[in-house]
Every structure is written in C-alpha cells, then in structure tokens.
C-alpha cells in the first residue's frame, strides 16, 4: 500500500498555496497620494506635534537629570520646557526673563528719574507691590510646572518626595525675593505717606506747589533744621540752621549755615512779624532770643500770628531766616537729633575723626564736669548713644566746633548708608525716619525734589558758614550777610578753593565726611568751608592735643 500523500498546506516542502485576492487594486494615476502610516512617518522624520512631549515621560532621561534641569530651570525659567519639547512656552518664558532684566539694567542706568520717581510715589509703589507679588508666584508655578513636565512616568515614590522637595525649596528661593521687593515697597510705601502729607497746612508754602513745583523760580530753598530735643530739653532747640540753595536747571547747590547763637534775626517788612519783632526777634533775653530759641518762643509769644499751620515755629524761621539771607525760603525739613541715635544704630553705627578731646555730658553754665571725653585718634567707631554725645559736646568748647561736628556727623551718616546697608536695614531706617523727620514738602512735589537730587549728586555742593571769624553773632551786619550770599549764588559752579588739606594714607575717606560735599564756594568776604577738610583726621593737632593731657571730668581724671 503506498504512502498517503500529505495535503499541501502540510507538507513543508510543499509551496504555500497562494493566498486569497483580496488586496486592494492599485490606484488610478489621478489619485491623491495616501498618507503614510504613523510608522513610515516615524521612519521619515516627521514627528507628530506631542511626541517630543512624550518623550519627556521616557526613563532615559534618568532622575538625576530632572533633578538638574529643574534647578536650572528655576534660575532661567523656561529651561526645562525646552528640554521637555515644548519649545514655545520655554522660549516665551526666557525672553521674559531677559525683559526683566533689560528693565532692571535700564532702570539702574539710564532711566535712574523713572525709577526714582517710582520709588517715591505712593501709586508708583503700589504698582510694583502688585508685580513683585504678581511675578513671584507665577515664578513658582513656573518651577513646579517644569518639574511636572521633566519626571518620567515610573518615577517611585521616594524619588517624587525628593523631587518635591526640591520644587518646594526652588519655589520659595525664586518667590522670596520678589515678596521681599514688594514688602520693602509696602514699608517705603507707609513712610511717603507718614512724612509727606496730601494736604499740607503751612503759611509759607505756595498753594499751588504740586502743581508747578518750581514755578519761574530758578533756585528752590530748603531750610534744614536740626532739633535738639532730648528728654532732658524743654521744647525743641534748632541749633542746627543750614539753607540748601538749589539750582532747579542744574541741581548745583550752595549751602549757608547759621550759628545757634545767631541774635536779632529779622523779619520780611510785609510779615506780621515785622510789626511785633521790628529790630528783630526779642524773647526779652538774651538767651532767649537766640536764634536756636525762635522755633520754641516765637510760637509760644503769638501762637496765631500767621495764621493756620501745621508748624508755627518752622514757619517763623523760614521767614526770619530766609529775610537774614536775603532770600525766600520755599520748605523745611527738621530732623530731630536725639532721633539720629536711633538712625545711627539702625544704620550699624557711624565712623568719624577725632581731633581733640570731645567731652561726654557736662554742663558748662552749672560748671558740672563732663563724665568722659572722646580721646583723638581716626576712623572711631560710635554706636548711636555715643555719636549723639560726639555731636552734642561742649564743655570747654565753642559752639562752632560742635557745628563742624554735627556737620561731621551727618556726612559720617549719610557715609554708612551704603545700598547693600540700606537694603538689609531698610524696615528699621525707615520706621526710625518717620519718627524724627518732619517737613512740609508736599507729597506732589517729592516726586520732582527726587528728580532734582539726582542733578545735585552729578553737579556737587558748595558751601559757606557764617561763624564768628565771618560774622559777629551778637551784632550781626545782615547787609553784610546778604552780599556774601548773593556773591556766592553768583559764582560759576566751577569757582570753588580745592582743599588745603585731605585725609592722610590709611584714613577712611568716607568717616572723613568728603561724600557729602566735594567743593566750597569762594566768597569774597567768606572762607569757604569743606567738609573734607573740617572733617579729616588731623595728625598734628590729635597728637598736641594728647600730648597736653585728658581734662579733668567729675570722676576726678
């Protein structure tokens, strides 16, 4: 019996039957050509638009890389979704942040009025709480968003709270600055509208000062009162009386100081203090009519003579002051000086020169001896207690010597706020100025004084003083006085004396008090005066003066 033959489906070496027709008939010549399957077009290049996303969720990124990309990505927003695909977004976020930054250039450089002005207006500030918060938490979601899309899919459980971890320390790194900026606006915020009212009431300011600040004038002029007013002080005493005369083209400035003990301070004929004070302001004592007395006793004699204000007493010295010098003083600003230990201590301190010995305490009319005494040497280091007792010391001393110093005092302060200072203080300077300043600077004028300030620092200050090698305090020639200021107002800003003497090498310029005022006008009739000179360390003059001895104090030195 033969072999059973196989059916050829089974037997392999057999050929395959031929398969049923039932592919489709090729298509005509005018038909359109058809779309490549998803695979050939993978094999072609072209990439559907949410494939690279995809990839962003395949594990051959490796953890560690997400890591690092989230971290980048949060210093540069936008990183990450680049690295993720998703290109638009990446790149929208990093020409944002280059935005940010040619802003932040322009504002620091050529836009230094803009900024200033934003800094100092109430509406400007709040503006930039809104987008300092605003920016700070898109920023954040920024971060967590770039996290989300860089984890592969398959990420444990443990490397997911690393990686939230690390979003949540990115998150407020990037927000922390930027609720910073907005609080230090909030507190810059509080202090312009504590110390420059919306409706200032004052008897010698023009009604119409916000609206044209400085009208057809071409100088503006600032009194610049220091009061001293401590606890054991009855009232406020000013005896510090300085003019700013301020160019309002420019910004040059001329400053005029005035000593305390300055008599017969005379009124402008068409005040209604001339008729009460006709030979000048006359308490009905000498000592009382001193000149650092009239903010205290002209107010307490005719508290109404001039009507509604909000300050009497600066009122009556900017009118008696301004007749002295021949001119009209425009605003105020008193700073107490029992405040300024405060400010110093907000500040970390000051550094001055000392020359001779500065007594501590002492009280010269009861012939009671000082406690201590500052001993000469440079670059001292004072706290604000002792610089308060620096600048007020004068037991044994003249009362231009304590001037110089408290002119030295204020230029050692305005030394120490430096910007990273002022930054890292801000909040307790600010709480402090609010506290010891007064003004009656509208709030719609501070927006063109700051303008104006940024010409006074480019174009310098120049200054004289008015002490007894100039003038004679009791028996002031005011004619006199007024010639010297209209020739000094009169001199080009580039006449000015260099100074005879500077600080020596290893001085800290800075504590020498050069920052404040860099040149001194000329006079004919007036030694100019530089701070950098009355402020310097003196080698020759500390060493006579130690060489001579410490003088006695009550404690029997």
Known sequence: MGARALPPRLDPRAGRPPRPQTRRSAPAADAPARRPAPRDAARAGARRPDHDAALAHSPVHGFGRVLGLTTVGALLPGVGFLAAGYRKIGWTLLAGLVALIGIGAWLATGGQHVAIRLAVSPTGLLLIIAAAVGLAVVWALVVIAQYRVLAPDGTSTGQHLVGSLLVVLLALGVAAPAFEAAHLAAVQRNLINGLFGDEVVSATVPTDAAADPWGSKDRVNVLLLGGDGGDDRTGVRTD???????????????TFSLPRNLEELPFPEDSPLHDVYPDGFDAGSESESLLNAVYRNGPAAHPDILGPTDNPGADFLKLGVGAALGLTIDYYVLINLDGFSQLIDALGGITVNVNYYVPIGGEPSLGYLPDDYFAPGPNQHMDGWHALAFARGRFGLTDYQRMDRQRCMINAIVSAADPMTLLSRYQQIAATTQDIVSTDIPQGVVGDFADLALDVKNAGIRSVVFDDSVIKPAYPDFDKIRTMVQDALAAPADQSSAPTSTAPTGTDASAAGGAAVDTS??????????????????????QEALDEGEPPTKNGR
């Open 240 to 254: 510090t009386v300085i003019v700013a005369s301020i160019d309002t083209e420019t910004g040059a400035t001329t």
């Open 521 to 542: 006008v000329t006079a004919p009739t007036s030694p100019a005066v530089s701070a950098t000179d009355a402020c310097a360390y003196d080698p020759v003059a500390a």
